[in-house]
């Protein structure tokens, strides 16, 4: 059964602006006309959504966060409270650089911590997982952990949001002291091992 969106009285969705079922759009929110936000969303307080922009579904978007133009974000994706998006690297006031916009991809399943910074044109992979406060200045490996300023990797976490740990049989193997999911090396970083190969 289909779900009409659930919008605040002081929020503002713009005609021409796409909103998904079931989608939930807080208080003094602003979503701009060609933004584009799937089904069962969430919009906290104070959040901006600029023309042009695309938003996956199950999305949760929490107070303060300003999803400019260039950015996209894929299914489950979280952003925590006051997190930063950019979409210039050299801003100025007196100069006009929307034709210079760079692209924000976070994928799937990635989760931005409070007050995190993202500076525009990086690729933040499936499942990865930014730290409050990091600034991420370059492109994030799926499942990697990150944390600091700027941020590095500090470990490897689970879709299901635990670190994993370094599993007893040695090599390159992690698992999930939660949900006893395993992981395996996969190019530079890590991928989850197939259902049917779980011990």
């Known amino acids: 059964m289909s779900t009409a969106p659930t919008i605040h009285e002081s929020a503002y969705v713009d005609e021409g602006a796409i909103v998904g079922e079931g989608t939930r759009i807080?208080?003094?929110?602003?979503?701009?006309?060609?933004?584009?936000?799937?089904?069962?969303?969430?919009?906290g307080q104070n959040v901006v959504v600029?023309?042009?922009?695309?938003?996956?579904?199950n999305v949760k978007i929490q107070n303060n966060v300003s999803i400019y133009e260039g950015v996209e974000l894929e299914d489950d994706v979280f952003c925590g409270p006051s997190m930063v998006f950019t979409n210039v690297?050299?801003?100025?006031?007196?100069?006009?650089?929307?034709?210079e916009y760079q692209r924000t991809l976070v994928k799937r399943g990635a989760s931005i911590g409070a007050n995190a910074t993202v500076v525009?044109?990086?690729?933040?992979?499936?499942?990865?997982?930014?730290?409050?406060?990091?600034v991420v200045?370059?492109?994030?490996?799926?499942?990697?952990?990150?944390?600091?300023?700027?941020?590095?990797?500090?470990g490897w976490m689970c879709q299901c949001?635990?670190?994993?740990?370094?599993?007893?049989?040695?090599?390159?193997?992690?698992?999930?002291p939660v949900c006893r999911a395993r992981y395996a090396a996969s190019g530079e970083g890590i991928a989850p091992v197939a259902p049917r190969e779980r011990a």
Request: proline letters at 5%.
């Open 26 to 43: 807080w208080h003094f929110c602003h979503v701009n006309p060609g933004a584009v936000i799937g089904a069962r969303c969430s919009l």
């Open 50 to 57: 600029m023309s042009g922009t695309r938003i996956g579904d």
């Open 89 to 99: 690297m050299n801003p100025r006031s007196h100069v006009s650089r929307k034709h």
């Open 120 to 134: 525009c044109g990086a690729t933040l992979g499936e499942y990865c997982f930014i730290g409050a406060g990091a």
């Open 137 to 154: 200045t370059k492109d994030v490996l799926p499942y990697a952990l990150m944390a600091g300023v700027p941020a590095r990797r500090i």
């Open 161 to 176: 949001g635990e670190k994993l740990e370094k599993s007893a049989e040695g090599g390159a193997a992690w698992h999930c």
